[in-house]
């Protein structure tokens, strides 16, 4: 059956559909108040497409592909090509083009697998939706819903699809993501205006914007690229704040573009005065350039990062940006809420206690009447009240009149029933303490209600904090008879009875202390941020070895400027009594201490933190806005996991800068010697080709570097990225190559007396088992013969290495300019290469000792 949907989908995103009565709309788009069937939905799936914002072309294997062709670094080869090829250098052109291809293959095939490796990953973390399909509710991924798709909506949940609401009960959506509005707004079922603004639509939602409290039922009217969040991101571009060490990448990129500019200026007219030809001066200058810059950079980056994506989620970590891998390396400050994190997270339900202290049968049964008729998002805390229930509890004898949802500025949630045999109606009111006893005027008692005045307050609020103290989290439970009606709302929250408290406990994680001082070791540091009272978070805190001395609660907070915020966040252990606006507040203002801020959380008031964090980490059953503003997702909530994703990120971060110490030394230094070498001999001392296969050949190694081991030492501690230090390491260990190189120039010359095509076999040769060798020797800090290299770099570095000794006696040596070297000059070179090594070990450890020299004088007041 054709559902002929696609010309009405168009229209309606187009029109103003918010205007038109929702049982009109519901037959335009042929659809009903019980959803569409299965079978229509799938070929209206077929029809719209996916929904989702954007196409994902760029990760197609074609488009990466291409991607690669757009690198500076392959543009300056192909342009090289060209100038051969134009002056009838055809074979040189033919030589650099394979060369050139080859080396896109390599990074593609590379980038592109770990792209898919991605997407696999991501795929274990997608969204769902329910949907009403075929009169039944059910869980689908937000990206198959469709034009008139029925969807249900609580809170926590992000809105998957443009469209109106058919019912809401006390529904508020955040719509700051298109509106920039901060305060979440009111929607209700009705129409809007033809002509009414985003903000002004009351009646409909959008994609993009999050469910803060209530629930509702949407009609889906527009997905995919026909939403307003769409157009919005068609027009206005947004990118994610750049991280450290993306900022740190494009600096390196700003000091190899600033060496290459010298090289090949300072090069090429210095050839020219020699009256060398001006095509081979050009290419020779273009080719140390080229030489110079690891162009494998962005496919090595993606290969490791990958493999750190995989490696984590064996581990139980999902990375959904990549990026943040790096930036969990560089954490030096976890912030984290403490309910299942820092606690067991099996909250049971220890008491239900009246006004006096005592234990109450009647509190119990007004608890698991709200606990199991309320209809809105549910939480552990409901769920421990809920599995005490028995069967003579007789919940069936009450009935559900209404419900008063929870949200995060009342911090209650009422529940209306009608009693057995009565009249009236009970609305039953739970809390935090304070916030319950906000609306109420009187206790109950023996003898029935007394009056609440400033003793009986402070007797409860006594009891409470008592409990709090010895580690419960206390909840107040009140009570209010009224009259029958057809709706109830917050304006009925008043004039309620006190009827007593519920005590909840959640003890500590096992082996948490030492999960915490492992942390420590690391040089990370945890703070907690808790809604919780400050009692209870100081007693978590003191028991499993948490500082806990310095707290500061939300209200406190609410009287600080950024200013003293700023002041007093770094000193501050703990942060209790903290609503979700302050979360924001205190992560910015770690941030802006110089600390890289890491964030644990999973509710809906968690999002704005997650937004703001360095590195925002959810959970498997978090909410839908919690898990899409993080960038990693634990599937399983336990700081265990964050320890050992922090040590696969340092691990990941140790493996990146290897390749860029490892190739930045031994190039800069190859470079050096060839610029001044080309001034000092009557030939060049390598042809062009022979630059780009040397280059080319000493890379493949390093695509193994994502599966090298990692000494522990290099994952004890934080890290960052240092541009000044990867300028001193290469100008170091490029001095000590060109050193050897100059060496190599003297044998060639003065002893073996080599001619013109011996002479660049043989540098050839030394240049490339050089940078091979050099790999084994800075991957690690310790003596080299003390850290083994993983298997895969080992083997490739030996193939390699092997193949460039062999290269001169291979047929096609001569279409690169190559000859046979007698055996008096390869056992020359083979000495010149043992003793260059030993100069690097040596040098090695005289680097890494002055730079923690340096780092110690740093730290000092």
């Known amino acids: 059956m054709q559902s002929g949907l696609s010309s009405r989908q168009t229209g309606h995103a187009g029109s103003s559909y918010w205007s038109i009565p929702s049982k009109k709309l519901l037959t335009d788009l042929r659809s009903q108040p019980k959803g569409l069937s299965a079978d229509e939905a799938g070929l209206r799936l077929r029809e719209a497409g996916l929904n989702r914002i954007g196409t994902r072309g760029a990760g197609t294997a074609v488009g990466t592909f291409i991607r690669q062709f757009r690198s500076p670094l392959v543009l300056i080869l192909i342009f090289a090509a060209v100038v051969s090829a134009f002056v009838g250098e055809g074979s040189e052109a033919a030589i650099i083009g394979v060369i050139v291809l080859a080396s896109c293959i390599l990074s593609f095939t590379q980038e592109h697998g770990a792209s898919r490796a991605m997407e696999a990953l991501k795929a274990r973390i997608g969204r769902k939706a329910l949907v009403l399909r075929d009169g039944h509710e059910t869980q689908v991924a937000a990206e198959e819903i469709v034009p008139g798709d029925v969807v249900r909506l609580s809170a926590g949940n992000l809105v998957p699809a443009d469209g109106i609401l058919l019912e809401a009960r006390d529904f508020n959506v955040s719509e700051s993501a298109l509106t920039g509005e901060t305060f979440p707004v009111v929607k209700a079922p009705g129409v809007s205006a033809p002509d009414a603004q985003i903000g002004q639509r009351s009646n409909a939602v959008f994609t993009g914007t999050s469910v803060r409290s209530g629930t509702a039922t949407m009609l889906a009217v527009a997905t995919g690229s026909n939403t307003e969040f769409a157009g919005i991101a068609a027009t206005i571009a947004h990118t994610a704040p750049e991280t450290e060490f993306a900022r740190g990448i494009r600096r390196f990129g700003y000091l190899m573009t600033e060496i290459m500019l010298a090289i090949v200026i300072l090069v090429f007219f210095a050839n020219l005065l020699l009256d060398r030809p001006a095509v081979d ?190 580690g419960y989290r206390v909840l107040g439970l009140a009570i209010r008879h009224l009259s029958a009606k057809s709706s109830y709302g917050r304006d009925d929250e008043r004039e309620l009875s006190f009827a007593g408290f519920l005590l909840f406990l959640d003890p500590p994680k096992t082996g948490m202390a030492e999960t915490l001082k492992a942390l420590d070791a690391r040089g990370i540091k945890v703070k907690m941020i808790t809604g919780d009272n400050c009692y209870v978070a100081a007693h978590l805190a003191e028991t499993i070895g948490l500082p806990h001395h310095n707290l500061l609660t939300g209200d406190e907070l609410a009287k600080l400027t950024k200013e003293g915020l700023f002041g007093r966040a770094a000193r501050t252990d703990i942060f209790a009594e903290i609503d979700p606006n302050q979360k924001e507040r205190i992560i910015a203002a770690l941030r802006r201490r110089g600390h890289v801020v890491g964030y644990l959380g999973d509710g809906i008031n968690d999002a704005p933190a997650l937004h703001e964090a360095d590195i925002g980490i959810s959970v498997d059953g978090a909410v839908d806005v919690a898990r899409e503003a993080a960038d990693m997702i634990l599937l ?108 190599t120039f003297g044998f060639l010359i003065l002893v073996a007396s080599a001619t013109e095509e011996m002479f660049q076999t043989g540098w050839f040769v030394e240049s490339l088992i050089t940078e091979l060798a050099i790999v084994l020797i800075v991957r690690t800090r310790k003596a080299f013969w003390r850290s083994r290299p993983s298997a895969t770099l080992s083997w490739l570095t030996l193939a390699v290495g092997l193949f460039a000794i062999a290269i001169p006696y291979l047929p096609g040596a001569d279409w690169f300019g190559f000859v046979p070297l007698p055996a008096s000059i390869t056992a020359g070179l083979v000495v010149i290469t043992l003793a260059y090594l030993v100069a690097s070990e040596a040098t090695k450890h005289w680097f890494f000792a002055r730079e923690r020299r340096h780092a110690t004088r740093r730290r000092r007041p």
């Open 281 to 470: 001066s050009l290419l020779f200058s273009l080719a140390l350039a080229v030489g110079l810059t690891p162009e494998l950079l962005p496919a090595i980056i993606s290969v490791t990062l990958a493999r750190g994506a995989r490696t984590m989620a064996a581990n139980g970590v999902i990375v959904r940006r990549l990026d943040a891998i790096e930036n969990l390396g560089s954490m030096d400050l976890l912030c984290t809420d403490k309910t299942g994190t820092l606690t067991e997270g099996v909250i049971r339900l220890d008491g239900c206690m009246d006004a006096d202290g005592a234990n109450s049968a009647q509190v119990r049964l007004w608890a698991l009447l709200n606990a199991t008729l309320q209809a809105g998002m549910a939480n552990p805390l409901d769920e421990a009240i809920s599995s005490g229930k028995t069967d003579g509890d007789r919940l069936g004898d009450y009935v559900k009149v209404d419900e008063i949802p929870y949200d995060f500025v009342r911090k209650r949630l009422s529940i209306i029933v009608r009693e057995p045999s009565s009249p009236e109606v009970l609305m039953i009111c739970k809390g935090a303490v304070s916030n319950v006893l906000e609306v109420c005027s009187s206790v109950v008692g023996e003898g029935g209600t007394r009056p609440l005045d400033e003793t009986r307050a402070k007797a409860i609020d006594d009891r409470m904090r008592s409990w709090s103290t010895q």
């Open 636 to 743: 399983k909530r336990d700081l265990d996991v964050v320890l050992r994703g922090v040590d696969d990120g340092r691990a990941t971060f140790a493996n990146t800068m290897k390749y860029i110490a490892i190739t930045t030394s031994a190039n800069f230094g190859n470079m050096i010697s060839m610029a001044l070498a080309s001034l000092a001999l009557p030939f060049l001392p390598l042809l062009a080709p022979q630059i780009l296969l040397n280059n080319f050949l000493s890379d493949v190694p390093s695509l193994a570097i994502a599966t090298d081991r990692v000494d522990p030492d290099q994952t004890r501690t934080p890290q960052h990225w240092n541009i000044g230090y990867v300028r001193r390491f290469m100008v170091a260990f490029g001095l000590v190559s060109s050193a050897f190189d100059f060496v």
